[in-house]
Structures are given as structure tokens and as C-alpha cells.
């Protein structure tokens, strides 16, 4: 059975949208500080009348909304004037297949609840979904939404057996790698569009045209990301420093980046930090740029390098020194900004939330407006990340229908904070090529370098 959200959509719609409702007829709501019966109706796209007519005891004089209480919410499902005026002519009439001449039928099936992290994030995922629904609408883009809650123990059968399953033109989803197989028949029977937003496995990829993946497998990234570091830093004398921490996953990294210098000769310097300070220091050149690779992502070796360059720069203040990171580092930029700037750091990522940006603001105001809370702190954002998808892909059907593959130039649209350009695997699906090196400059300024 659809359910769009059931009890939990009390928080995430925020605003009307065409959203469509199968057999769940009423919502429940909990009063929250400052809310009114016009606030509350309006946020379900009600009026007063509505809300009252479903809340026995609101009509009466004294009756008072009271934090922290549950009232009843109708579920009003629209239905356009012109089709009801139309009836008898429609049903003769051929239904509407070019999507770009129609309202896109939008599916999402994720874990939407709150009983976990995945499902809170994906939440947040949704709302930025709705946001750019909401958006789209300017442009003339009308969107017929429809969501199952697809946890990790759930029963994807039963999500696809729902008849507007088969009626979607794009579904957005899953996010665990068993529910791929069943999803790609099905989307390759039906003609319709799957996007797989999150790094899940997803072979299907291979073969399956229909398939858009937006985040490379961590493997895939590492190999990329070691090719296009040795390509970018040309002219630099890399220093590969072994940190001693043996719990961490960078290895592979710093390994497959130097098998790649191997291949194109490129000399490198290995150091470590239990090397003293003479030792440390003779892995560096002073008469061409370094660039400092380590071994581990995590912040107290971070820092104790920062401390050994430090010392360097102090004996030879013109040396060039850069260095080349990892995503995680992205969380330490309130403590590490000045270093940052400092060492000329190079973060490679698939996404960049610039938190200072005029309309990462915007958003974030937005959305506390829309659902009375603020994002996740989380890297990345998922509802901006969200809105991203959502935008691109809607957009994209919009102009293109669905032969729209999602390669570069197709039409502009300036992300928030997720890129996308997608190439076609071979005879198979799609999967998302953007790649960015966060560049944060000794001018104290940050810069997205697409590569």
C-alpha cells in the first residue's frame, strides 16, 4: 500500500504540494509552542474551516490550542476544476505520454520515519525534495509526488505492487543495495527512470540503461581521485606522511596514488610523524612546490602535522607548502579554517556546502521557515542535497522527456551544493562524473575547482 509518509508527514509538509494520497484519509498533528489553527492549516494546505470541521470541540468559544496536544488533520486530495468539468471527454480521449507536456509522476522510496539515523537523514532528504517541487512550480514544472517508506527490513514487492508505482516517470531511491535488483526490473519493465542518490552497490549499472548513480563506490572514487591528484599537481614534489594510525581506511588511498606517480615517474618523498624534525624536514624541496599527502583522515594527526610544517616554515618561510586531503577534513573547518588557508589545502569531494554563501542562507531560512527546525549538521546537507537532485533531474525531464541523460551543458543550473554530469557506462546506466578539488586559499577565501 502507498504511504506517503503516513504519520510522520506531519513535519514534512510544510507547504501544498500535488501530492497524492491512497488510503490514508487523516493525519495527526502535535501542537507545537506559537502554533495557531491558521498556522496549522495552512502548513497542510487547509482552511480553518477544514481543520475545525475535523476537530470536534475546536467551534466551541472557549476552546483554547494548547502545546504539546494532538488534533486531526484531513487529508484533502485536490482535484483540478477542468477535470471534472471534462470527464466524458477524457475518457475517450488518449492519456498524455510525453512527460514534458504533462505533470512528472515522481516517486521516492526511502526510509522515511524517525526510529533511526537513515531514516532521519532521508527525512531531511524529502524535505529538500518537496522544497524544490515547491520551487520548480515557478518555472511552469508541475510535480506529482508520491513516497514509500522503504526501511532496511521492508518489502520492496509490496512498495511495487502499488499501481502508481508502475505510473512513475522517475523514482528517486533506494538506499539499501538489496532493494536494487527487484527496482531495476521493475524500472526497466515500466520505462521508467531510477535514480540511485547514495554510494550503495549497484552493478545493475552495467546493463540497465535506466539507472542514473549519483555517487561513485568508495573504490571507484579512490582510483579517480589518485589520477586526478597526480594530473592536477604537476610540477610538485609530493610527501606521503605515514601518520602510524592503524584504524585508519586512508591507505588505500596513499597507495593507489603512489602507484600512480610510479607510472608517470614522478618522484615522491615518504616521511613519517615519528620521524624527528631534521628527518621530517629533508622529505621537502625548496626549489619546487610540495604537496603533503597523509595517511589518515583524522583530526589530532591533522594537527600534529600542522604543527610540524609549522616549524618548517619557520627555517625556510618561502618554501611552497600545500596539501591534499580528504572529505571528512570538511568537518573540521571551524577549528582548522586558519590552517586551512594557511597551507593551501585541497579537499577533493563529489559536493561542497559553502555554510556562507548568500543562498546556502537563503535555504537554510527557508527550510527553518517551511518545517521549524534546522538541517542536520551533517556533511553533506541532505536536504540541499535533495533539492539538488531533484531540481536537476525534474528540469531535466521537463525539457528533455525521457531521453534526458543528464551529461554536461544540457541546461544551466548552478547547484547548491551537489554537482552533477553524468556519462553512460558502456551499454549500461549513468553515473555522475563531477568531481571538485574545495581549494581554501591563502587569501582566506574557498574556491569549488571543478576537474
Known amino acids: ?4 509518509l503516513n504519520s510522520f508527514l506531519i513535519y514534512l509538509c510544510a507547504f501544498a504540494l500535488p501530492l497524492s494520497v491512497a488510503a490514508q484519509q487523516t493525519l495527526t ?51 483540478k476544476p477542468q477535470q471534472t468539468a471534462a470527464v ?32 532521519k537523514r532521508m527525512v531531511e532528504y524529502y524535505r529538500g525534495v518537496l522544497m524544490a517541487c515547491d520551487s520548480l512550480k515557478k518555472e511552469g514544472i ?60 549497484a552493478p545493475e549499472i552495467y546493463f540497465n540503461r535506466n539507472i542514473f548513480q ?49 607510472v608517470k615517474d614522478i618522484q615522491y618523498s615518504l616521511t613519517s610523524l615519528k620521524s624527528n624534525d631534521a628527518n621530517f624536514a629533508s622529505a ?44 571528512e577534513w570538511m568537518m573540521y ?6 590552517n586551512f588557508y594557511k597551507y593551501n589545502v585541497y579537499i577533493p569531494s563529489p559536493f561542497f556546502t559553502n555554510m556562507y554563501a548568500p543562498q546556502t542562507e537563503r535555504f537554510q531560512q527557508q527550510y527553518r521557515r517551511h518545517f521549524h527546525q534546522d538541517m542536520m549538521t551533517a556533511l553533506p546537507r541532505f536536504a540541499m542535497t535533495g533539492f539538488d537532485h531533484a531540481v536537476f533531474f525534474l528540469r531535466g525531464l521537463h525539457k528533455y522527456g525521457a531521453s534526458f541523460d543528464g551529461a554536461a551543458g544540457r541546461f544551466g543550473y548552478q547547484p547548491l551544493q ?10 549500461g546506466g549513468l553515473q555522475n562524473r563531477a568531481f571538485m578539488f574545495i581549494h581554501y586559499k591563502d587569501d582566506r577565501t574557498a574556491e569549488a575547482v571543478n576537474y
Not at 500500500?1 to 506517503?4: G, P, Y
Not at 510525453?98 to 539515523?117: E, F, S, T
Not at 551537489?418 to 551499454?427: A, Q, S, V, W
Request: aromatic share 8%; glycine share 6%; charged share 20%.
Open 1 to 4: 500500500m502507498k504511504r506517503l
Open 29 to 79: 498533528h502535535e501542537v507545537k509552542k506559537k502554533e495557531t489553527m491558521y498556522s496549522i492549516a495552512r502548513m497542510y494546505g487547509l482552511t480553518v474551516e477544514q481543520l475545525v470541521q475535523a476537530n470536534p470541540g475546536m467551534e466551541k468559544p472557549d476552546y483554547k490550542l494548547k502545546k504539546g496536544s494532538t488534533i486531526t488533520i484531513p487529508v484533502i486530495t485536490p482535484v
Open 88 to 119: 466524458s471527454s477524457a475518457q475517450s480521449a488518449p492519456p498524455v505520454t510525453d512527460v514534458r507536456q504533462r505533470a512528472i509522476r515522481l516517486g521516492i522510496m526511502l526510509p522515511l520515519h524517525k526510529i533511526n539515523n537513515d531514516g
Open 142 to 201: 508541475s510535480v506529482d509526488i508520491h513516497a514509500w517508506n522503504l526501511p532496511e527490513t521492508g518489502d520492496v514487492s509490496t512498495v511495487l505492487n502499488d499501481p502508481a508505482a508502475a505510473k512513475c516517470d522517475l523514482i528517486i531511491g533506494p538506499l539499501y543495495s538489496r532493494f536494487v535488483s527487484q527496482l531495476s526490473e521493475f524500472v526497466e519493465k515500466h520505462n521508467i527512470l531510477l535514480v540511485i542518490p547514495f554510494s550503495i552497490k
Open 214 to 262: 549519483v555517487y561513485q563506490m568508495p573504490n571507484e572514487q579512490t582510483e579517480t581521485t589518485a589520477r586526478r591528484c597526480v594530473e592536477w599537481f604537476k610540477g610538485y614534489h609530493p610527501i606521503i606522511v605515514d601518520c602510524g594510525d592503524t584504524t585508519s581506511t586512508k591507505g588505500s588511498f596513499t597507495a593507489t596514488y603512489r602507484r600512480q606517480l610510479e
Open 284 to 327: 621537502f624541496m625548496k626549489d619546487k612546490p610540495n604537496l603533503v599527502v597523509l595517511n589518515t583522515a583524522r583530526s589530532p594527526e591533522l594537527l600534529s602535522v600542522f604543527g610540524r610544517l609549522s616549524a618548517i616554515k619557520v627555517n625556510n618561510p618561502d618554501m611552497q607548502i600545500s596539501m591534499f586531503g580528504y572529505t
Open 333 to 338: 573547518t571551524q577549528y582548522q579554517m586558519e
Open 418 to 427: 551537489t554537482p552533477l554530469k553524468f556519462e553512460r557506462i558502456g551499454n
